[in-house]
């Protein structure tokens, strides 16, 4: 097999490669230059140039020289290969390729195999009305914008996993490995299985500078960097061209040599791994390309050395159009690659030279790996209801959420053994997910001891102490068509509100292109929140992930909060079923009372937001005079205990409970399709009564979400505003005003009549916060009242007990 | 020098410092576990426990071992040294440190350096209304939070920079060492200057395990993490101790020679580059320092292993308080530190371990550059207004902002050569900043070659392709008392929004902590906004930054949005004036118009938001039929444009025109210091009319800042809804429904009787941005009729004429 795959690269191929590279080259100045004159028949002139010009070709010609060699090898080995462009910036070159191959011109009808395809291809590019200047959703074969740099190793990886016929080929920018997240994901490797997984093979783009800098790796002695690379796991391979004036047809004799050793150390690791006899841990390959950025291009504009210097970073000579120095230098630089040679006489690819690509699906931007939602597989989902709590009645049981959750989540990793990942940082357990560990294992390639536990090399459930890492994997694993979950400390999910905005940004692009096929969605679930971090504080208390979302696009964004165990089974088996969408799903770890049976469960969640008939004083008919709203399961508790309070202290108001589960119901519906009409959400909240609102997060989201809404300037709402440390529940709601003693004071303020006539109750509220936060200070705990109130129906029953 | 620094370490002192730690080790348990019998004068029982244990034992026996150590070389040495814990959660080691020096008892009066004290000491940790369980603002001697993990070695480098005599200890968790921001932070060793620097010594925690995980690090080869850490520069020095029954005795000599060792070759280091004997970048001393996560707590417990196991993270037994089984084990583990010889009758450090605390600002606890405030010296500032733009009638000057503020920021850099930093993602250039660039040189101590631009070992500018090392350098530099400022493309910035996090709770914690002396504000310009991302698309398009500092205190953030250049140069001048904030000033770098003189800007400044009479057609007097509102560079000139619009086709119309500099000035004075009060806001937006208001940034977030103010119904904001690509700037506005057209649509929408009155110019209105769009899609740059608008009294003269 590995004979076979090396077969003859005579001069005659590498010659044609050497075409190939060219003509990818003169695509890609193509796009950044010109308007007209695709093929240069005739001398260039202003108004083939466009006015504005805007890309970057600074990485262009060494990942154009990449995807030649890759093509080959492609063919010649059958391989099974995406690849990710880090300096996805570079879009012309990917571009190009896939145009070269013809994928383009299948997928965009406008844009032809021809000479006016050429034209439209070179005009459409960052043009109004055309196509993004990075490898972007819209070009085939991506599924890595690379505009923010840092994530290419990451999703790399995320591809690769369960994917064992897949190698999944990197650039990575050396100004990119500067980046945090991607100076850690070369560590994705002790996570990676060589005999279940595919293959990654990492070439790092050492052209030498970044926007306007050298960049580190290139500063350093190649010493430095090998062991560098060696420390990272990776078995480095050096090549090296382009900064003297070897012949190109050498360059390409020596890189097709070392890709071919790379591929067959590849195949060798595979290989053992599958039969067993792989020693150790595999030190994969790795290719350092050290060439010079902005390759091919011109030497020198305006007396500055271009070529091998940051200035080829974006255009090497901009405000072309109207100077006949810079377009005889344009002229000059894209003749250099002899397009006559490369074009027929239609502007059509030599068949030679278009040969060089593979064919069909084996073409690099025509893999379905990179449309993952073309190989999408549903889930096989355990029927959530059999995991339902059961709920005698409300508050008349303590449990759980996560806990319960992770079991489910353990039939779900069974049940798709390769079809489903969990991603957390080292909280797993913390989220109390523990079950779905104990299911599918950790995920572990480095060595191990006797005493560890659950580590395994196939495990389901992958621990890197790396938030971008979690997320950049799974993004990996979604975009090529399978399905997972996130699960992190809700405070640290900020750590990837950049990445999550790219996430969003791709997913809101692809739905406009018609054949990029929907992917399962990115499901966070986002435990141990802002309310319950005990063993943390301040620095661990931050509920302002779902403010971010919600500035993306509606059509792709879900939170949810469910209140207690049951609606978190309804709401996460609704999660796993959906497709392009991000669903954010707060819940939380600690016991805490379970108010819906699985029915009503379902009922609610399918709603989305409703009025808890139970808790409600107000017969059910007519117009309360207080709406007490609650979003999130600890508001909900003091909630509930705020109504409970009401009715022992105002047995006369007329109190309505609304629970909200679907944060997005809160919006108006021209701004959400999960938006509520007028109508419904004035039946709801009234139009003109008081209503009090205990929110999870920061309370103003609530007024930015409502503000359309009738009834908004009587929407009063508490949440957390940025008040905390380490110290009890009860303390943490006190200090952000969200307890239901407060609560019940904001009842008191607000409906009309009852500041005067309940002044007493009012102070009596008072003092109890007061009693309440002294208890704490002297016996360190919450003060009874508090940790063990139940719901009046429970406490009528001697409930709740603690479920089983 | 370095002969004298090697004292004597005789067995007598290595047995007091083995005392010191076991005195460290007793009360960090003490402080996870007791409520009262600090000294177990009697038998432990179950009321001394606390009934909540809440903290993490795992790291700090290992810190507490470090702490000693480093002490004895402060004091040997005269070190000036701080000492950041990156797994800060060890929070009791900390505290304990500086308990044990005295300085806690110093700022800290209720915590006596008694019996009482010590029993205060433990009750007050994870305590209500006690401190919290992590290294915090609270702490002293601490500049780093350590619950995000992280930052510590980017904490350390910027604590370094300018602080040639400055040691600066870090603990690197190797949990902590997976993360992103982590791993890239070893290559700071690139931007350190031996000669004008301090030295900073990493030291990895490797004690082999995360909250429920191996790491990483611990589970490759040695040789393979010693490969890595040269592959980042360093010169790897091994102590490994813990896991055989060696006595500590033995333990320590050892760990004292290395330490020795250690801080001799950072000294060589420093004494050769300063006497200009270095030959190359100096390969500085790192420590790995392998020894067991929770080292001497107990061994096993309920049959588990806890020493040396993941189980060891945090309580190592949980709910002690009455379960005898646990009290026995917890009350033998705390007397095998036999605390009877470690403290007098009175509870007081026996004198010969306190002399093993440096005294004074030795202490590590103590340093003032630990409190950074302490050491602010405040910047020589060029009078920005000398850098004014001449504006001769608004509109009549074309100028670029960022531009003009570079040269003032050179002039700080160069009158502040050691006491004021710029930080950039490789990004400063491009935000044209390039004189500050110019003046300052950008640090650099890799290799060099002749082409290179403006490298120096003592640039001013720092560039590393890392928004996470940019925002830690800086914090650093800044918690140390020092001034900078970040600049960064303004979608990119929320790569660090939970850092900024951390540094905002950071703030406003501090100002409640008497003894935290305030120190410079961080400094963010985002430049490269939205609006102008010319080179890239959708991917580089997030105004979100701001959504996300206004979740923070309202006492620590500040935005603002300068229209112009002399806004600009104004905003920026207070920015590095003001100390404990976070400012956030949003910038265009593109040429644009001039609206207001030095004069003009400075009291629209200060007022932060202002009628712009020239601008308005009201006359001055009288309520006006409509205010235009604008917040942002892009969005002021499309106001500008409507207002102009309407002048022509409706001049009865009676038009204010509102700009808004200070964005905070839009929320209620109850809700941000900077808010104006209802009367002020109701004089500007007045409480009827309508308020069309084009905004910089998403929407939403003008409805949250104005949600209580009267007139808030009637506000309608246009801002960036998640539309765009690579276009034209005009195009981008249209996308978003920004544009000049579409104001004056709203206009018409909204001001009633207008919508039947002016359906003629309505449709006109439409039809323009119909032809501008058609016109971007034919030629690909604005049409003229936008590109060269000028603002009427501009026009009248001929103007604009470009600045400079
Ligand atoms: C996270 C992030 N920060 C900053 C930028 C701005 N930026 C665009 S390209 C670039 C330089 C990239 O250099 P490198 O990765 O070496 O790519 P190449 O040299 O191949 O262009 C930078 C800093 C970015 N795209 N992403
Ligand atoms: C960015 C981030 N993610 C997750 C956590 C949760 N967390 C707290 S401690 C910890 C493990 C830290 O391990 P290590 O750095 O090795 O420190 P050790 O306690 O072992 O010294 C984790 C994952 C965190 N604090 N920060
Ligand atoms: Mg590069
Ligand atoms: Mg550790």
Redo the contacts between chains.
């Keep these: 097999m590995l004979d076979e795959a090396r077969q003859t690269i005579d001069d005659a191929l590498l010659t044609r490669i050497d075409a190939w590279w060219r003509a990818a080259n003169y695509l890609s100045v193509g796009q950044i230059y010109l ?1 007209d004159n695709p093929l240069l028949r005739e001398p260039l002139r202003a108004e083939h140039v ?3 010009l ?3 070709w600074g990485t262009s010609p060494g990942q154009n020289f990449l995807y030649a060699h890759l093509n080959r090898a492609i063919i010649q080995r059958d391989l099974d290969m995406i690849y990710i462009s880090g300096p996805g ?1 570079g879009g012309p070159s990917l571009v190009s390729a896939a145009w070269l191959d013809g994928t383009y011109s299948e997928v965009y009808s406008n844009v032809g195999d021809d000479e006016a395809g050429l034209r439209e291809l070179f005009r459409q590019f ?9 490898v ?1 959703p819209e070009t085939p074969g991506s599924i890595h ?1 690379g ?4 994530y290419a190793l990451s999703h790399a990886y995320g591809a690769a996993f369960d994917n064992p016929g897949l190698t999944v080929a990197t650039c990575i920018g050396d ?2 490995a ?8 070369w ?1 994705s490797n ?1 996570f990676l299985d060589p005999a279940t997984d595919g293959a990654v093979l990492p070439i790092l783009h050492l052209n030498g500078y ?7 790796l290139a ?3 190649r010493r ?10 990776h078995t480095p391979y050096w090549f090296e061209a382009g900064f003297d004036d070897e012949d190109h047809l050498s360059v390409h004799r020596r890189f097709a040599t070392l890709l071919d050793e790379v591929l067959d150390h590849i195949a060798t690791i595979q290989r053992d791994a599958r039969e067993g006899t792989l020693d150790g841990r595999a030190a994969w390959p790795a290719i350092v390309f050290k060439t010079p950025k902005g390759w091919t291009g011109p030497r020198e504009v305006d007396g500055h ?1 271009v070529e091998n ?1 940051y200035r080829s970073h ?1 255009v090497p000579m901009s405000a072309v159009r109207g100077n006949e120095e810079y377009t005889r230098l344009l002229e000059e630089w894209m003749r250099s690659y002899r397009p006559e040679e490369l074009f027929d006489d239609d502007g059509r690819l030599h068949p030679d030279l278009r040969e060089l690509s593979p064919s069909g699906p084996r073409r690099m931007s025509a893999n379905p790996h990179a449309n993952g939602g073309l190989l999408t597989r549903d889930l096989h989902l355990p029927d959530f209801r059999e995991f339902a709590v059961d709920v005698p009645v409300p508050g008349g049981v303590i449990d759980e959420p996560t806990t319960v959750l992770g079991r489910w989540l353990a039939g779900v990793v069974t049940s798709n053994p390769d079809n489903f990942l969990i991603m957390g940082p ?5 989220n109390r997910l523990s079950a779905a560990v104990a299911a599918g294992g ?1 995920r ?1 390639l ?4 006797p ?3 659950s ?1 395994s090399p196939t495990g389901r459930v992958f ?7 979690c997320q950049g994997w799974l993004e990996g694993y979604l975009l090529t068509g399978r399905h997972g979950l996130f699960n992190c400390y809700e ?2 999910i ?2 990837i ?2 990445m999550f ?2 996430h969003a ?1 791709w997913l ?2 692809t739905r406009e292109i018609p054949w990029r096929v929907p992917i399962p969605s990115l499901n966070y679930l986002l435990s141990s929140h802002v309310w319950r971090q ?7 208390q ?1 509920p ?1 992930f779902i ?2 979302v919600v ?3 509606a059509d792709v964004i879900r939170v949810y909060l469910p209140p207690d165990t049951n609606t978190l089974l309804s709401t996460y088996d609704h999660c796993l079923r959906s497709r392009d969408y991000v669903n954010v799903v707060v819940a939380g770890k600690q016991p805490g009372p379970q108010w819906l049976t699985m029915d009503e469960a379902i009922a609610h969640c399918t709603r989305g937001i409703g009025i808890w008939e139970f808790a409600s004083s107000d017969g059910g008919e007519g117009e309360p005079d207080v709406v007490l709203a609650c979003a999130g399961d600890v508001p909900t508790v003091e909630t509930l205990a705020a109504a409970d309070l009401l009715r022992q202290h105002l047995p006369e108001l007329r109190v309505r409970v609304v629970n909200v589960v679907d944060l997005m119901r809160l919006q108006d519906e021209r701004e959400h399709p999960h938006g509520l009409s007028a109508r419904e959400f004035d039946a709801l909240f009234t139009t003109d009564k008081p209503v009090v609102f205990a929110y999870h997060g ?1 309370p ?2 609530i ?2 979400l409502t ?1 359309r809404h009738t009834n ?2 009587n929407i009063h709402v508490r949440g957390y505003k ?1 008040e905390g ?4 529940p009860f ?1 943490m709601v006190m200090l952000n005003d969200l307890d239901r003693y407060h609560l019940v004071i904001d009842v008191i303020d607000r409906v009309p009549g009852l500041a005067a006539e309940q002044a007493v109750l009012r102070q009596r509220m008072a003092d109890a916060r007061l009693r309440a ?1 002294l208890y ?2 002297e ?3 919450d003060i009874p009242e508090v940790a063990e109130w139940a719901w009046p129906d429970a406490r009528a029953r001697g409930l709740p007990a603690r479920a089983g």
Tied chains: 1, 2.
């Design positions: 308007l466009k006015p504005r805007l890309g970057h910036h960052s043009f109004p009305g055309g196509i993004p200047s990075h972007a914008e505009g923010e740099l840092g100004g990119e500067e980046t945090g997240p991607l100076a850690t994901a560590h002790k970044k926007i306007a800098n050298p960049t580190v500063r350093i002695p430095e960097l090998e062991h560098l690379m060696a420390g990272y796991g050395q210097t974006q080292d909280e797993t357990a913390s950790k572990w480095g060595e191990t001891l005493t560890d536990d580590l621990e890197m102490l790396s938030e971008h890492q405070a640290f900020h750590i509100d950049a905005n790219q940004k809101k692009v005990d063993h943390n504080g301040f620095s661990h931050d302002g403010d971010h500035n993306k696009k920061y103003w989201l007024h930015r503000y908004h300037d940025e440390t380490t110290t009890t303390d936060r704490t200070r016996h360190g705990t």
